[in-house]
């Protein structure tokens, strides 16, 4: 089934290590997204790739770095992980915007510990 | 913002009953979706209503959209314990550059 897979499910990081989440699809869509969710809060949109497009968010910290190196793979690396930044996050997807609605569809998610 | 709001923010009823969760939002949209998260996963589309439309039927799901109040309403008939989860309402309006604004959510406890 076409679908979209996040690894790790649950990643543990120290202080200050950097880290890097993968997604992958297999839906071929045009559009990528990374998201962050604090417990009980709405996902909160970090960035998201456009074909290779690059959008950043206004308020997403430097900390926080995507790669997209080609359709199928989008990465999510941060920095130097504080302890502010344990969280979900959330990778989806979308087709073309402009041709079909902004249906997303998404990852399970990787939770992060920062110790 | 253009950040959804719904409420209530938490909703607990017996298994069989219906459960009504709203949503509103502050500014032109396009197309407005709910989608539902459990407990440590990631959220599933359920539902997309375009502003042109008011009212659309999925299974046991029924949205209706009133853009003159900028509020929409998603009912779930004959809920099941398997329907506990976080229901979130999303837009996206002319200019939002392929984003959703997603709503903080309701918690809908089911109980058997």
């Known amino acids: 089934d076409a679908m979209v897979i996040q690894n790790p499910r649950y990643q543990v990081t120290q202080f200050g290590k950097p880290v890097t989440l993968s997604c992958s699809q297999t839906l071929n869509h045009n559009v990528m997204y990374w998201y962050q969710q604090k417990s009980s809060q709405a996902p909160k949109l970090l960035f998201h790739y456009y074909d290779k497009d690059f959008n950043n968010e206004a308020d997403t910290p430097d900390n926080f770095q995507s790669r997209r190196p080609n359709t199928s793979f989008c990465f999510l690396d941060i920095r130097s992980p504080g302890l502010g930044d344990a969280a979900m996050y959330l990778c989806?997807?979308?087709?073309?915007?402009?041709?079909?609605?902004?249906?997303?569809?998404f990852g399970p998610g990787t939770r992060l510990t920062v110790l | 913002s253009q950040q959804g709001e719904e409420d209530p923010q938490a909703l607990s009823i017996q298994e069989g009953e219906n459960a009504t969760m709203n949503c509103s939002y502050k500014?032109?949209?396009?197309?407005l979706q709910w989608y539902r998260q459990n407990s440590g996963r990631g959220l599933v589309h359920l539902i997309l209503?375009?502003?042109?439309?008011r009212e659309k039927h999925s299974g046991r799901l029924r949205v209706t959209l009133d853009t003159s109040k900028k509020s929409s309403s998603l009912l779930i008939t004959a809920s099941r314990a398997a329907d506990t989860a976080s229901y979130f309402c999303a837009t996206d309006y002319t200019g939002a550059n392929s984003k959703l604004t997603f709503g903080k959510g309701i918690t809908l406890s089911v109980r058997p």
């Open positions: 989806a997807t979308s087709r073309d915007p402009r041709t079909s609605g902004i249906k997303q569809f």
């Open positions: 209503i375009r502003s042109n439309e």
């Open positions: 500014t032109s949209i396009n197309n």
